[in-house]
T-cell receptor, first 114, second 114 residues
Framework: AQSVSQHNHHVILSEAASLELGCNYSYGGTVNLFWYVQYPGQHLQLLLKYFSGDPLVKGIKGFEAEFIKSKFSFNLRKPSVQWSDTAEYFCAVNERGGYQKVTFGTGTKLQVIP | DAGITQSPRHKVTETGTPVTLRCHQTENHRYMYWYRQDPEHGLRLIHYSYGVKDTDKGEVSDGYSVSRSKTEDFLLTLESATSSQTSVYFC?????????????FGEGSWLTVV
């Protein structure tokens, strides 16, 4: 069964610091990859996604993620975080074919200190 | 935001009473999901549907049932609510034929069982 690992459960950064959140998955087939953001008290919203092509994808609010197939990774990055980026971030993987199950990671809580 | 409407958005109910949460979509997506999210367990899939009258269990289906009589509506029923079912419930939709099966979430239904 496929799994998604987000090793950082809670990250605290100061404003303007750079961010990198790790995401690794176990599925060996073809996948689609996603990052979602959940602001306090809100629902999960799509931040960015990767289907194919350029492994470096850019999303909303200055976020980007890089797909490294050999490492089964899809890490999320942002060069300079803001207080408004305080939220929980979820990585998700969709295996193509069949039912196309989508598996979510357990989430990383990001706290940005002004 | 995707055209997903959840109702009710907030509900307080008593232990032992039945509760039905409704999810309505205007996107004509084939798949619909019910998740629950809790601080100690994160996001967990309760049930999902891959078409009208086609449903299947997720990882935490005990105590819940679902029905999908129309493409646009997916109902989640708690047959006899318990305090352990106090949670926030998210409906979600996706379609493997569109956008790589990207999952879109509704705004959530906060349920308190007293």
């Amino acid at each position: 069964a496929q799994s998604v690992s987000q090793h950082n459960h809670h990250v605290i950064l100061s404003e303007a610091a750079s961010l990198e959140l790790g995401c690794n998955y176990s599925y060996g087939g073809t996948v689609n990859l996603f990052w979602y953001v959940q602001y306090p008290g809100q629902h999960l919203q799509l931040l960015l996604k990767y289907f194919s092509g350029d492994p470096l994808v850019k999303g909303i609010k200055g976020f980007e993620a890089e797909f490294i197939k050999s490492k089964f990774s899809f890490n999320l990055r942002k060069p300079s975080v803001q207080w408004s980026d305080t939220a929980e971030y979820f990585c998700a993987v969709n295996e193509r074919g069949g039912y196309q199950k989508v598996t979510f990671g357990t989430g990383t809580k990001l706290q940005v200190i002004p | 935001d995707a055209g997903i409407t959840q109702s009710p958005r907030h509900k307080v109910t008593e232990t032992g009473t039945p509760v039905t949460l409704r999810c309505h979509q205007t996107e004509n997506h084939r798949y619909m999901y019910w998740y629950r999210q809790d601080p100690e367990h994160g996001l967990r899939l309760i049930h999902y549907s891959y078409g009208v009258k086609d449903t299947d269990k997720g990882e935490v289906s005990d105590g819940y049932s679902v029905s999908r009589s129309k493409t646009e509506d997916f109902l989640l029923t708690l047959e006899s609510a318990t305090s352990s079912q106090t949670s926030v419930y998210f409906c979600a939709i996706s379609d493997p034929e569109r956008a790589g099966n990207t999952i879109y979430f509704g705004e959530g239904s906060w349920l308190t069982v007293v």
